[in-house]
Nanobody, 121 residues
Framework: QVQLVESGGGLVQAGGSLRLSCVASGSIFSINTVGWYRQAPGKQRELVAQISNRAITSYADSVKGRFTISRDNAKNSVYLQMNSLKPEDTALYYC???????????????WGQGTQVTVSS
């Protein structure tokens, strides 16, 4: 069974930085695109950043120039470096991966449990 575990959230003052990490475990054949989403209270979940298996990245306009997504394929991991954080970045951040499990051979989407990021003004 494939599982994603996130870490690195917390409370930070505006202008500060945080680095989120997400690692996939289980019987994995391959990992395709991975990304980070966030959901603030009362709002829909939105895509923050994603990176393909060829390291092509894309970002939400609201985080361009402040956030950087990266991945380590050898460690089945994805990271989100968040700089110049703003109060409006406060949300529950979710890791998402498109994975082909070795058990099924079928491309499926997996989510982490979420990690809270709170930015105080």
């Amino acid at each position: 069974q494939v599982q994603l575990v996130e870490s690195g959230g917390g409370l930070v003052q505006a202008g500060g930085s945080l680095r989120l990490s997400c690692v996939a475990s289980g019987s994995i054949f391959s990992i395709n695109t991975v990304g980070w989403y966030r959901q603030a209270p009362g709002k829909q979940r939105e895509l923050v950043a994603q990176i393909s298996n060829r390291a092509i990245t894309s970002y939400a306009d609201s985080v361009k120039g402040r956030f950087t997504i990266s991945r380590d394929n050898a460690k089945n991991s994805v990271y989100l470096q968040m700089n110049s954080l703003k109060p409006e970045d406060t949300a529950l951040y979710y890791c998402n991966m498109l994975i082909v499990p070795a058990t099924t051979g079928a491309l499926s989407t997996y989510w982490g449990q979420g990690t809270q990021v709170t930015v105080s003004s």
